[in-house]
């Protein structure tokens, strides 16, 4: 069955001046128009392509990909707003609609936002929503600790980050399990921690299998590879330098350094820290 709003394989049944026609099966035939089409192309050939409407509202093939397809989650940025909503771009010549009814906030032009892409079978629309609740699914969770996902970061809250999960599930990154700044409409592999008995999903940015670090300790590695092998900190230190730099006190950072010294992850210098690799 052919798919509004995804990438269907089609077949070509005939190709004219203007473009070939596909099988579209229970939609007829669909116009591939010519500047998508591969000259090598012939007749009987399957083609990869998304369907989605042109700007007469007809059904039409292109072989460009957008950048999430309906069912989906995606950041996208606003291209313009008019009177009947905001349009964003997503990769296709027509830009996608989020109707005004359909905006939880004004979205303003220029602006990235989260929103579902979905077929609205009122309108006949391929259209897109920045209210993601309603698109999350209530069923529990089918995920297993150590499983890796899809995330999309979608919020942030006083625990941590919300993220979609294969574009299904809300999940949760715990602020102390974040060691880089985390921004909305960050999507990356990541991890299901652990499934809770209510539903709730924690979620890690880091493989399983491996003896982590704590978070302080990872910091301060994180630190020490974006500064080349080498941070000019010693346990002599003020503890206004060491909280602006790790935001944890003086104690902590000495034994956090001292731990890291008896792994041998770091060696400890007149004048720094130097990563045992470096």
Not at 25 to 54: A, C, Q, S, T, W
Not at 128 to 144: E, G, N, R, V
Request: hydrophobic share 40%.
């Amino acid at each position: 069955m052919t798919k509004i709003g995804r990438m269907n394989s089609l077949e070509i049944l005939r190709i004219v001046d203007h473009g070939a026609y596909l099988d579209g099966l229970d939609f007829g035939e669909i116009l591939l128009p010519k500047r998508d089409l591969n000259p090598e192309n012939e007749i009987g050939d399957h083609v990869r392509v998304f369907i989605y409407f042109d700007s007469d509202d007809k059904i039409i093939a292109t072989t460009k990909s957008p950048k999430a397809q309906v069912g989906e989650f995606a950041s996208l940025r606003v291209a313009d707003v008019s009177k009947v909503g905001a349009f964003l771009d997503w990769g296709l010549p027509k830009d996608l609609l989020v109707p005004f009814q359909e905006q939880k906030t004004n979205l303003h032009e220029g602006q990235y936002y989260t929103v579902r892409i979905y077929f609205d079978k009122v309108s006949q629309r391929i259209v897109a929503s920045t209210k993601l609740d309603k698109f999350i699914s209530t069923d529990p969770p089918p995920f297993t600790a150590g499983q890796q996902v899809d995330l999309l970061v979608a919020a942030k809250t006083d625990l941590g980050y919300k993220a979609i999960i294969n574009h299904s599930h809300w999940g949760l990154i715990f602020k102390d399990a974040v060691f880089k700044p985390l921004k909305i409409g960050f999507s990356a592999k990541g991890y299901i921690q652990k499934v809770r008995p209510d539903g709730k999903v924690d979620l890690s940015l880091r493989p399983p299998g491996k003896k982590h670090l704590d978070a302080v300790s990872q910091k301060i590695m994180d630190k020490l590879e974006s500064s080349g092998g080498f941070l000019a900190m010693t346990d002599k230190t003020s503890p206004e330098e060491i909280y602006a730099v790790f935001g944890v006190s003086k104690k902590v950072f000495k034994r956090t350094l001292g731990g890291l010294y008896k792994k041998r992850l770091v060696t400890l210098e007149p004048k720094g820290i130097r990563l045992t690799s470096s």
